[in-house]
């Protein structure tokens, strides 16, 4: 059965902490991971990794996706009381659907 | 980038009642999608569409119909609403399953 595993479910940390949040996957024909933020309402995007090893950045977020292992990790570095979200790993598959994973709830701590 | 809507964006009504919500984007996106989350769980696609007349389900069973007679129009139905039914709506539209964005969501709570 196809599954998206995330870990830690939450995680309080205090700002100017690094992060390192991970997304384990057992997907039929993977195609794709994604990354989201969300906040109140919906989910906003933030990274889509295809290949093993490539390095993607915006800022102080940075993501990394493992094929062989079949796992990506989210890092947030410098945390902010910004960051304080719910981070959702997606991984699309063959029959172009995405399965969720059930988020990481992260709290930063002035 | 595509601007998506919902509304309403909160819905509290009684059992047995027939609701629509609506989704709309103004990109002109062929992919719309219907997501189903419940608070502090994952997002469950309940309903999507490749393009004009293309509805299918996903991958929660879900009572809900849908349709899509324009392309920039994906209303969602509960022909009567139960309180199984209560949980977040979120609709999404892209070019593609891996670049959707969402729209704010509906918050619905059926009594």
């Known amino acids: 059965e196809d599954k998206v595993v995330q870990s830690p479910l939450s995680l309080v940390v205090h700002e100017g902490d690094t992060v390192t949040l991970n997304c384990s996957y057992e997907?039929?024909?993977?195609?794709?991971l994604l990354w989201y933020k969300q906040e109140k309402k919906a989910p906003t995007f933030l990274f889509m990794l295809t290949s093993s090893g490539i390095e993607k950045k915006s800022g102080r977020l940075s993501s990394i996706l493992d094929k062989k292992e079949l796992f990506s990790i989210l890092n947030i570095t410098a945390t902010q009381t910004g960051d304080s979200a719910v981070y959702l790993c997606?991984?699309?598959?063959?029959?172009?659907?995405?399965?969720f994973g059930a988020g990481t709830r992260l709290t930063v701590k002035p | 980038e595509a601007d998506i809507y919902q509304t309403p964006r909160y819905l509290v009504i009684g059992t047995g009642k027939k609701i629509t919500l609506e989704c709309s984007q103004t990109?002109?996106?062929?992919?719309m999608y219907w997501y189903q989350q419940d608070p502090g769980m994952e997002l469950h696609l309940i309903h999507y569409?490749?393009?004009?007349?293309?509805?299918e389900k996903g991958d929660l069973s879900s009572e809900s119909t849908v349709s899509r007679i324009r392309t920039e129009h994906f209303p969602l139905t509960l022909e009567s609403a139960r309180p199984s039914h209560t949980s977040q709506y979120l609709c999404?539209?892209?070019?593609?399953?891996?670049?959707?964005?969402f729209g704010p969501g509906t918050r619905l709570l059926v009594l």
């Open positions: 997606a991984v699309g598959d063959g029959n172009n659907d995405m399965r």
């Open positions: 990109m002109g996106h062929d992919k």
């Open positions: 569409s490749y393009g004009v007349n293309s509805t």
């Open positions: 997907v039929t024909n993977f195609r794709s």
């Open positions: 999404a539209a892209g070019w593609a399953p891996e670049t959707q964005y």
